[in-house]
């Protein structure tokens, strides 16, 4: 039989992680915990977040960043603590893993469409090859109306992670988060 | 040379981190002294951003050097910040290149090519280092660094082959920094150590690969790559052009005002 697979390896891998963990419960927690630069995104969905443990109270949760420069991972380390309090862990030690690096392709299906329906294009609405450098030639559809007719404004964004595209559509300017 | 000297210790694997550190706190400072000034509002927030990848670069390397530095005295209290902040002039061992004063618009594109050009490479390399950890943060900055690549040539490509103004300017920057990069190629005894250990990237090797590179972007730019002989280095050492004073000055006055302040 033939296996048409929905979801790429490296997605699966992670949710099989995730649903082989002995802590469900604190990775549903975590799941409120939203990425502070983008609301819309948990640091499951966004895919920062690597394994919890825990032994009594105190849990040490792994995460890996974004963009080495990334300012919000001092504040993502503090909202995870304070999340966890309501689960009676008085004590939680993050460790940052540098490798390996993260890469867009470990944020969720669901990510990526939080992503859109905020207004940020996700890397894979690139139309081509989205592993491929930006140019000046480079569409993106439009996440307000989904026209491929854009242009490149510039590589860098609000923050480091995202490239400022324009709809010539419907003239939107737009961000999207580039494939890293 | 005795047989002691030729065999890399903890110490220099921390001197190197923190070299790499220096390079990377020093050349973001001086991108963010562009933040408000860019000549347009994109460009402002793409310099902004390339600055802060540069302090995060820092901050892995800084990081690892404290935590060396911990384990190697049996402490627990050294930080990035001791690095950054707590040291001097004379222990900061970055490129000059780095330091140099901010300049106009050409001269900090002229200097980021050679830079980004060199990281690429540089890091390519550093990746197969034998220190996982250092193997680990060059994996994370190549990524960025590509893209500080793309955007220095375009840059290049933009103002070389721009107006006679710009393509003026271009050419004046290079030929001001050109003599600067030949340090960036130089290996002194510690480097050479711990290249022999496998854990530091062999510099020499790199310049044949970035001098093709950066002539191909220069003279697609109808630029001139600068035909000086003259060099200037020391940075390694701890000799330093005059900016360099200035900007630890500016950046490490809030510490040392409130000493131990913290965010």
């Keep these: 039989m033939q ?11 992670r949710e099989q992680f995730r649903r082989n963990s002995e802590f469900p419960e604190l990775w549903q927690c975590l799941d409120q915990v939203k990425d502070p630069e983008i609301p819309a995104l948990s640091l499951w969905d966004i895919g920062i977040l ?34 966890f309090k309501a689960y009676g862990i008085e004590k939680t030690v993050i460790i940052t893993e540098l490798s390996p690096a993260w890469t867009t392709d470990w944020m969720t299906d669901k990510g990526r469409n939080q992503l859109r329906d905020y207004g940020i294009a996700p890397p894979n609405d ?34 480091a992670c995202k490239a400022l595209f324009q709809c010539n559509s419907c003239h939107e300017p737009f961000d999207l988060f580039k494939h890293i | 040379m005795t047989s002691s000297t030729k065999i890399a210790s903890k110490q220099d ?43 995060g670069h ?87 660094t590509k893209y500080h690549c793309r955007r220095s040539k375009d840059w290049t490509l933009r103002l070389g082959d721009g107006t006679s103004e710009s393509h003026e300017k271009m050419q004046l920057a290079l030929n001001d920094i050109w003599g600067y990069s030949h340090e960036l190629f130089e290996l002194d005894e510690l480097e050479q150590r711990l290249v022999d250990a496998g854990i530091a990237v062999d510099c020499t090797q790199l310049k044949a690969a970035w001098l093709k590179e950066v002539t191909a972007i220069i003279e697609e730019a109808t630029l001139m790559v600068p035909d000086q002989d003259w060099v200037v280095s020391g940075g390694r050492q701890g000799y330093h052009t005059e900016h360099l004073g200035h900007l630890l000055t500016e950046m490490q006055f809030v510490h040392r005002s409130f000493p131990g302040a913290k965010w």
């Design chain 2, 13 to 55: 694997t921390i001197d190197y981190a923190a070299r790499l550190g220096d390079d990377a706190i020093v050349i973001g400072h001086r991108i963010s002294e562009w933040v408000s000034r860019a000549p347009f509002i994109e460009e402002d927030v793409a310099l902004g951003n390339v600055a802060l990848d540069f302090l």
């Design chain 1, 126 to 159: 690139l139309v081509g090859d989205h592993e491929q450098p930006l140019n000046s030639d480079s569409q993106v559809l439009c996440p307000q109306c989904g026209s491929a007719d854009t242009k490149l404004l510039s590589e860098y964004g609000s923050t």
């Design chain 2, 58 to 144: 820092a901050r892995m390397y800084y990081t690892y050097a404290a935590q060396l530095s911990n384990e190697q005295n049996g402490t627990d209290d050294i930080t990035e910040d001791n690095f950054a902040y707590l040291r001097d002039e004379r222990q900061f061992q970055n490129h000059l290149l780095h330091e140099l004063h901010k300049g106009d618009f050409a001269y900090t594109t002229a200097r980021q090519l050679l830079i980004d050009v060199y990281n690429k490479h540089f890091l390519e390399q550093l990746k197969n280092s034998n220190d996982e950890t250092l193997a680990a943060i060059a994996v994370k900055a190549a990524k960025e």
């Design chain 1, 50 to 83: 690597k394994d919890i443990k825990r032994q009594g109270n105190q849990a040490s949760v792994t995460i890996t960043p974004t963009y080495s420069g990334c300012p919000a991972m001092d504040a993502i380390a503090e909202d995870i603590a304070i999340a």
């Design chain 1, 3 to 13: 296996v048409i697979p929905t979801k790429s390896p490296i997605q699966f891998e």
